[in-house]
């Protein structure tokens, strides 16, 4: 293995299958400063997850996520699977959004312009940012995300935005909410553990922001920062009647419903949450947790993962 290797993983069904015409231009540009690419395809499944984990293993020093938010959130998982499991010093990790979202690209300031995201690859310089993990329904032994994780409203929107077969990017999200906000969910009756503070209330939606950005237009934690050690728990702090909904939904659109009194805000390092009724939808970087899953635990990793950009 060369020092001046990049290692892409290339996920090909991204953006509905538009990923895989950008392979030729990623290799060209990335190997014009005579580096060498090595380049990956991902299979359907957590093929990105397993080439990343891998190449930590290996020493690579460089591994770049081409695709989408989950291709990021694979490639961050089987990451930060090896940092954390064997103590070896992260790889940086790069990102060419090409995928249907791109919000953690966005909010860690990566072009979208595929030329544009290898030149800050290619420039070198990268920012030390937090991370999450969190146990619970599909993942008891835990799955890391580096932009947020979702409960309730936000999840069932962003479930039903990856079913549309030929609608992507913010049109998929503002069909899927209109859907959602004809059948909008009943609250849970939930017990949430903030840090050390416990409370007892009836939600809809809380979002566990790392990032400022998810759903590929909404500020649900628009004052979070990557590399501050804590996340920003944005949370309906009562239930949101019927006449209200469409309201409150707007302003997600501009960060505004941190303004509201139906939310709260709380910067924290680790976070339960228990339903004493429905099993709650959780998501994390738009990867499914749960379709309904009773509780779960999530906690803050600081200052773990290099991040181009």
């Given at each position: 293995?060369?020092?001046?290797?990049?290692?892409?993983?290339?996920?090909?069904?991204?953006?509905?299958?538009?990923?895989?015409?950008?392979?030729?231009?990623?290799?060209?540009?990335?190997?014009?400063?005579?580096?060498?690419?090595?380049?990956?395809?991902?299979?359907?499944?957590?093929?990105?997850?397993?080439?990343?984990?891998?190449?930590?293993?290996?020493?690579?020093?460089?591994?770049?996520?081409?695709?989408?938010?989950?291709?990021?959130?694979?490639?961050?998982?089987?990451?930060?699977?090896?940092?954390?499991?064997?103590?070896?010093?992260?790889?940086?990790?790069?990102?060419?959004?090409?995928?249907?979202?791109?919000?953690?690209?966005?909010?860690m300031k990566i072009p979208k312009p595929v030329k544009d995201a290898c030149s800050v690859i290619l420039a070198g310089k990268t920012?030390?940012i937090d991370a999450g993990v969190t146990y619970g329904g599909k993942y008891p032994e835990g799955r890391f995300f580096v932009n947020?994780?979702?409960?309730?409203?936000?999840?069932?929107?962003?479930?039903?935005?990856?079913?549309?077969?030929?609608?992507?990017?913010?049109?998929?999200?503002?069909?899927?909410?209109?859907?959602?906000?004809?059948?909008?969910?009943?609250?849970?009756?939930?017990?949430?553990?903030?840090?050390?503070?416990?409370?007892?209330?009836?939600?809809?939606?809380?979002?566990?922001?790392?990032?400022?950005?998810?759903?590929?237009?909404?500020?649900?934690?628009?004052?979070?920062?990557?590399?501050?050690?804590?996340?920003?728990?944005?949370?309906?702090?009562?239930?949101?009647?019927?006449?209200?909904?469409?309201?409150?939904?707007?302003?997600?659109?501009?960060?505004?419903?941190?303004?509201?009194?139906?939310?709260?805000?709380?910067?924290?390092?680790?976070?339960?949450?228990?339903?004493?009724?429905?099993?709650?939808?959780?998501?994390?970087?738009?990867?499914?947790?749960?379709?309904?899953?009773?509780?779960?635990?999530?906690?803050?990793?600081?200052?773990?993962?290099?991040?181009?950009?």
């Amino acid at each position: 293995m060369q020092d001046n290797e990049l290692f892409v993983i290339l996920n090909p069904h991204a953006a509905k299958g538009k990923a895989k015409q950008q392979e030729d231009m990623i290799r060209t540009l990335l190997g014009a400063e005579g580096k060498v690419v090595v380049l990956y395809h991902t299979e359907i499944g957590n093929g990105a997850e397993r080439a990343a984990y891998q190449a930590a293993m290996d020493g690579r020093k460089v591994i770049i996520a081409a695709g989408g938010d989950g291709t990021v959130n694979e490639v961050a998982n089987g990451i930060l699977k090896a940092v954390t499991a064997h103590k070896i010093q992260a790889p940086a990790l790069g990102v060419i959004p090409i995928g249907r979202g791109n919000d953690f690209a966005w909010g860690m300031k990566i072009p979208k312009p595929v030329k544009d995201a290898c030149s800050v690859i290619l420039a070198g310089k990268t920012r030390v940012i937090d991370a999450g993990v969190t146990y619970g329904g599909k993942y008891p032994e835990g799955r890391f995300f580096v932009n947020g994780q979702g409960v309730g409203f936000e999840p069932l929107v962003n479930f039903l935005a990856s079913d549309f077969k030929h609608v992507s990017g913010t049109l998929s999200y503002v069909l899927a909410l209109i859907r959602i906000l004809m059948h909008y969910p009943a609250p849970y009756d939930v017990e949430l553990s903030l840090d050390d503070q416990v409370l007892n209330l009836k939600t809809q939606q809380l979002s566990i922001c790392n990032g400022r950005r998810m759903g590929s237009a909404f500020l649900m934690g628009p004052d979070a920062l990557f590399d501050d050690g804590y996340f920003d728990v944005v949370y309906a702090n009562a239930p949101i009647p019927s006449k209200r909904m469409v309201p409150l939904a707007l302003t997600f659109l501009s960060g505004k419903q941190v303004e509201q009194k139906e939310f709260s805000v709380a910067r924290v390092k680790k976070l339960v949450m228990k339903s004493r009724d429905f099993p709650m939808p959780v998501h994390v970087d738009g990867e499914e947790i749960s379709k309904g899953c009773m509780a779960f635990r999530t906690e803050l990793l600081e200052s773990i993962l290099p991040v181009f950009c």
